[in-house]
């Protein structure tokens, strides 16, 4: 399993296209906000959700079985119980890397895709690491180092 911030600049460096299992439609969900980002990132999107025909601009496909091209990374927003036919179905197309969001945490599924030759990485937020380590974060002052809630003083001429 990658751990470590070397192989996972590795990964995202290496990925072009990714099939966001379990995307929503719906703006607030993370799975949209995640997907939003790194498309504007220049990342290719494929929304995979039997719910949806379209998300973000996208079309949106019912499993990965159905999408029509390679697949770099399937990035996961499923239960942990709910991740093995992901898992399945990831290896049936030859993904190179199975990304598995915080809170999606299933050994199993890691132990069956890392045998089967690809990449994992588990409990880990796409969004928050390509902008923790490419230098997306700073503009909102996140990679100050300083974690505050208050908000900064603002000093004005008088």
Not at 122 to 138: H, P, Q, S, T, W
Request: glycine fraction near 8%; aromatic fraction near 8%; include cysteine.
């Amino acid at each position: 399993m990658i751990d470590d911030i070397a192989g996972i600049r590795r990964v995202l460096t290496e990925t072009r296209s990714i099939a966001v299992v379990g995307l929503s439609a719906n703006w607030h969900r993370p799975s949209f906000f995640a997907a939003k980002y790194m498309l504007d990132q220049g990342y290719t999107i494929i929304p995979v959700n039997p719910a949806y025909d379209e998300v973000l601009g996208q079309k949106c496909y019912p499993s990965l079985r159905d999408i029509p091209v390679p697949v770099d990374m399937v990035d996961v927003f499923r239960k942990p119980e709910d991740v093995m036919p992901v898992v399945d179905e990831a290896i049936a197309i030859g993904a190179k890397t199975l990304w598995l969001q915080l809170g999606v945490i299933n050994e199993e599924a890691v132990a069956r895709a890392e045998a089967a030759g690809l990449q994992v990485v588990m409990d880990r937020c796409v969004k928050i690491e390509y902008a923790r380590l490419f230098g997306g974060l700073n503009w909102a002052g996140v990679n100050t180092g300083v974690i505050s809630a208050k908000r900064p003083i603002v000093l004005t001429r008088g």
